[in-house]
Nanobody, 115 residues
């Protein structure tokens, strides 16, 4: 079965950095695009970044230039490097993929940016 497990969240000060990981299993990871979403309290879940099977990358305007999405197909793992963090980046961050018209989500990892 498909499993996605996020890790790496925590508490950081504004301007700090954090690196998130998403460990994938149960499917042929290298053949699928992967995404990072986030959801802040009282707000809709929003798409943060996408990486295709060929490692083309796209970012939400709010994180462009600060976040970097990457993947290691030998480890079945996707990453999100977050730099210059702002309080508005505070959210639960989720790993996502779509297989056979079905959405799969990780459990989420909490990122809190606060002084």
């Amino acid at each position: 079965q498909v499993q996605l497990v996020e890790s790496g969240g925590g508490l950081v000060q504004p301007g700090g950095s954090l690196s998130l990981s998403c460990a994938a299993s149960g499917f042929n990871f290298r053949l699928y695009a992967m995404d990072w979403y986030r959801q802040a309290p009282g707000k809709q879940r929003e798409l943060v970044a996408t990486i295709t099977r060929g490692s083309d990358r796209n970012y939400a305007n709010s994180v462009k230039g600060r976040f970097t999405i990457s993947r290691d197909n030998t480890k079945n793992t996707m990453y999100l490097q977050m730099n210059s963090l702002k309080p508005e980046d505070t959210a639960v961050y989720y790993c996502h993929t779509e297989l056979r018209r079905v959405d799969y989500w990780g459990q989420g990892t909490q990122v809190t940016v606060s002084s």
